[in-house]
């Protein structure tokens, strides 16, 4: 069974640093993996999606990479602001039509 | 263009009654999620299906039940509500290029909070 996990479970830094968020998951048999985020009370929004014969993806500030080999991905979060205030999930997907499988997340605070 | 709605958006529940939770795409996908998040946890998966008439159980399936009569609407039901039912609820879609693999970017709904009392 597939597991997904998220270190750390929250941080907290000043606005303007360079962030890594990491996730691992336990089965490298994937297919693609998506980071998403999380706002209170909201739904998910889709930040990136990395197919497994990629490396990495960039959109903006974010550059999310792809190890399947060693089960790894991380999420590179450049020059925080106080809006990146929020959860950041990781979810990978086994293949076929199959849902994701979820982390638990990483609770991020930027603070002013 | 709307992407993917739910409602309602709350609902109290007693124990025992039944509903049912709407999910509706305008994206034309095929692919429809239904998923459950309990407080502090990730979310998992509670059915599935690949297009209109086809659905299939995730991780979590046990309490209930699912329909696809159209490639828009994905409802959820609750049979006989259960206090470990208390979740937040998300319907989520994605397009598969019709090779028997979803491959695209999943896209979320905005989650109904179910309490059951």
């Known amino acids: 069974k597939q597991e997904v996990t998220q270190i750390p479970a929250a941080l907290s830094v000043p606005e303007g640093e360079n962030l890594v968020l990491n996730c691992s998951f336990t089965?490298?048999?994937?297919?693609?993996l998506q980071w998403f985020r999380q706002d209170p009370g909201k739904g998910l929004t889709s930040l990136l999606l990395i197919q497994s014969s990629q490396r990495e993806q960039t959109s903006g500030r974010l550059n999310a990479s792809l190890d399947k080999s060693s089960g790894r991905s991380t999420l590179y979060i450049a020059a925080s602001q106080p809006g990146d205030s929020a959860t950041y999930l990781c979810a990978v997907r086994r293949g076929g039509a199959d849902g994701l499988t979820f982390g638990k997340g990483t609770h991020l605070i930027i603070q002013p | 263009n709307a992407g993917v709605t739910q409602t309602p958006k709350f609902r109290i529940l007693k124990i025992g009654q039944s509903m049912t939770l709407q999910c509706t795409q305008d994206?034309?996908?095929?692919?429809m999620y239904w998923y459950r998040q309990d407080p502090g946890m990730g979310l998992k998966l509670i059915y599935y299906?690949?297009?209109?008439?086809?659905?299939d159980k995730g991780e979590v399936p046990n309490g209930y039940n699912v329909s696809r009569s159209t490639t828009e609407d994905f409802p959820l039901r609750l049979e006989l509500a259960a206090p470990s039912q208390t979740s937040v609820y998300f319907c989520?879609?994605?397009?598969?290029?019709?090779?028997?693999?979803?491959?695209?970017?999943?896209?979320f709904g905005p989650g109904t909070r179910l309490t059951v009392l």
């Open positions: 994206m034309n996908h095929n692919y």
């Open positions: 299906s690949v297009g209109a008439g086809i659905t």
């Open positions: 089965d490298s048999a994937i297919y693609n």
């Open positions: 989520a879609s994605s397009y598969s290029s019709g090779q028997g693999r979803a491959s695209d970017t999943q896209y």
